[in-house]
């Protein structure tokens, strides 16, 4: 064999391999981009659960006392956020939280402030839970070869949730 062929030889080899090592990582990063867009749909469901069980706990408590101060602000706010979509619930959720923290405390059941307390905790659990996989699946969306090769598909970026969990009065 001539020096040349040794040399072609060697070229189509080397080429070959890195054709299987960008195989085998553009595979392992697909795969890992899929696994974190289920984690971020099973993380959304979660949060769109617990926002909906605080706001079914907001309107027990104003239907507990419908005279008390705030009561009716506590079912607008409730009624706002129940029907808001996931994408636009973060302004009615802000409102929700303010309608609870100016509603009258006192007078509520004892039992229900602390179902509301269980579901403000839930929904900051799972607020978190959700912002943590959009945060992984951005981060491995934004390097070069899952930008260059694509493959991330048409799936849409995972967008962050951000609410006021808890307001106090000033």
Excluded: C, K
């Amino acid at each position: 064999m001539s020096a040349a062929s040794w040399i072609v030889t060697i070229v189509v080899v080397l080429a070959v391999i890195g054709s299987i090592w960008l195989a085998v990582l553009s595979t392992t990063r697909a795969s890992r981009l899929h696994r974190l867009h289920i984690r971020g749909d099973l993380a959304r469901g979660a949060l769109r659960a617990a926002l909906d069980r605080r706001v079914d706990v907001v309107r027990a408590i104003a239907r507990a006392d419908p005279d008390a101060h705030g009561a009716q602000a506590l079912l607008d706010a409730a009624d706002a956020a129940a029907a808001a979509d996931l994408a636009s619930r973060e302004a009615p959720e802000n409102l929700l939280s303010t309608a609870i923290a100016y509603a009258d405390a006192d007078r509520r059941p004892s039992e229900l402030t602390a179902d509301l307390t269980d579901a403000q905790i839930r929904v900051g659990m799972a607020r978190r839970f959700y912002n943590d996989a959009v945060r992984d699946t951005r981060n491995l969306r934004g390097r070069r070869m899952v930008r260059w090769l694509h493959l991330a598909g048409h799936a849409p970026m995972p967008a962050y949730f951000e609410i006021t969990e808890r307001v106090t009065r000033g």
